[in-house]
């Protein structure tokens, strides 16, 4: 079974520094990891996803790479904002799990201006 | 932009009715997902299917019952609403294998 992990549950930082999330899985099995955002209240949106032949992808500000041997992922967001605060979880279909998207519990970032 | 879309947005409801969400995608999708997530807590599978006729109960153990009819169609019924089921309903759709997973915009459930 696929257990999906993330460290830390919770982050705060002032405007302007560097978020580094971490995400590891059992599982390295994968088709693809993937990267959301959730707003307060709301559904989740999807930010990067890396496909299990990759090592990282990027997107404006975002970076996420992957590590599939030692079963961990890595968002990275340059220059934090206060926009950016929300929470972030990773996900990953296991082929074991049939596909099932297993979720980790996220980390809920705080960017103080 | 995902085109799944979730019905109601809200909803408030007597204890002991019955009660169906909405869930609705347009991309085609085969694999189409329920998770529940009650504030600021982690998000729980409680129902899977891998295409039409073809469902599954998730990790988490849950009195809702889904169909799956047509593909673009996978709502979620409570037979009997209580205060218990409360909570925050997403549902999710992928093609498979490494293609992308979207979200709706959930359906935040309170039975009072």
């Known amino acids: 079974k696929q257990e999906v992990t993330q460290i830390p549950a919770a982050l705060s930082v002032p405007e302007g520094e560097n978020l580094v999330l971490n995400c590891s899985f059992t599982d390295s099995a994968i088709y693809n990891l993937q990267w959301f955002r959730q707003d307060p209240g709301k559904g989740l949106t999807s930010l990067l996803l890396i496909q299990s032949s990759q090592r990282e992808q990027t997107s404006g500000r975002l970076n996420a790479s992957l590590d599939k041997s030692s079963g961990r992922s890595t968002l990275y967001i340059a220059a934090s904002q206060p926009g950016d605060s929300a929470t972030y979880l990773c996900a990953s279909p296991a082929k074991a799990a049939g596909n099932k998207l297993t979720f980790g519990g996220g980390t809920r970032v705080l960017v103080k201006p | 932009e995902a085109d799944i879309y979730q019905t109601p947005r809200y909803l408030v409801i007597g204890t002991g009715k019955k009660i169906t969400l909405e869930c609705s995608q347009t991309?085609?999708?085969?694999?189409m997902y329920w998770y529940q997530q009650d504030p600021g807590m982690e998000l729980h599978l409680i129902h899977y299917s891998y295409g039409v006729n073809s469902t599954e109960k998730g990790d988490l153990s849950s009195e809702s019952t889904v169909s799956r009819i047509r593909t673009e169609h996978f709502p979620l019924t409570l037979e009997s609403a209580r205060p218990s089921h409360t909570s925050q309903y997403l549902c999710?759709?992928?093609?498979?294998?490494?293609?992308?997973?979207?979200f709706g915009q959930g359906t935040r459930l309170t039975v009072v």
């Open positions: 991309m085609g999708h085969d694999k």
């Open positions: 999710a759709s992928t093609g498979g294998g490494s293609t992308e997973a979207f």
